[in-house]
């Protein structure tokens, strides 16, 4: 496991571009990875996870939880709207808001459950038709409609498409962060958290170069 190698690549990150560690999350993605090698993570501290899915999070976690309380979880794959009250219930902070119907979802349990998890807003800066995320063109209004629901959005999420250089995605997703006053960049995985750190990422996401290629169930 390389958990303290991947740390030391940041804090190097972080000393190139100028920027204190604390600003940086290092969010290990655990998602279909066997449990001997999520509880090696644990044991060296590592207290913030991602996982793609609500039930197989909760199917790991709501166990986990109980030995390794302080841990806070991200949900960092896409979010249908009939598992948003159990993934309000459950997650820490949801990378993943992409469109406006899990918007006001979100706003109505809010309103009813009287809090609200950590939201940012994923954009797809590829504009690729298969991926989740609001437009780049369309993100300035998703934002401000979001910020109407009275949802704490704290930033703003992307994933750059395959063979593109990911640090125009991540100059793009910091430029719009920056423009509507939004403090949170989750931006950069295993093969570019370096780059993303160099463009500003407040928090990144690192699966496989930390835990080794995921095991499919
Ligand atoms: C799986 C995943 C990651 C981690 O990917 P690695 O390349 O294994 O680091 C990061 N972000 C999202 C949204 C993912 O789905």
Redesign the pocket.
């Known amino acids: 496991m390389a958990l303290a190698e991947i740390r030391k690549r940041i804090s190097d990150a972080c000393a190139r571009a100028g920027r204190s560690e604390r600003n940086v999350e290092l969010?290990a993605?655990s998602?279909v990875q066997p449990e001997d090698r999520v509880r090696a993570a644990l044991d060296q501290g590592q207290t913030v996870f991602?996982e793609?899915r609500v039930q197989e999070a909760q199917g790991r976690w709501i166990p986990l939880k109980q030995e390794f309380p302080a841990t806070r979880l991200h949900l960092?794959?896409p979010l249908q709207t009939n598992k948003a009250r159990g993934a309000m219930d459950f997650f820490d902070v949801i990378?993943?808001v992409d469109r406006p119907k899990l918007a006001t979802t979100l706003a109505r349990l809010a309103q009813e459950r009287g809090a609200c998890p950590t939201l940012f807003i994923q954009v797809n800066t590829g504009e690729e038709p298969q991926k989740a995320g609001i437009s780049p063109g369309e993100a300035d209004a998703f934002i401000a409609a979001c910020r109407a629901l009275d949802l704490p959005v704290e930033g703003l999420?992307c994933?750059p498409p395959e063979g593109e250089e990911p640090s125009l995605h991540f100059a793009l997703l910091a430029k719009i962060a920056r423009r509507n006053d939004l403090p949170g960049l989750s931006m950069g995985?295993?093969?570019d958290?370096e780059s993303a750190i160099a463009q500003g990422a407040t928090a990144v996401?690192?699966?496989?170069?930390?835990?080794g290629a995921?095991v499919p169930a």
């Open positions: 969010i993605v998602k991602g793609n960092i794959g990378q993943t999420m994933i995985m295993s093969g958290f996401r690192v699966g496989s170069a930390i835990f995921r």
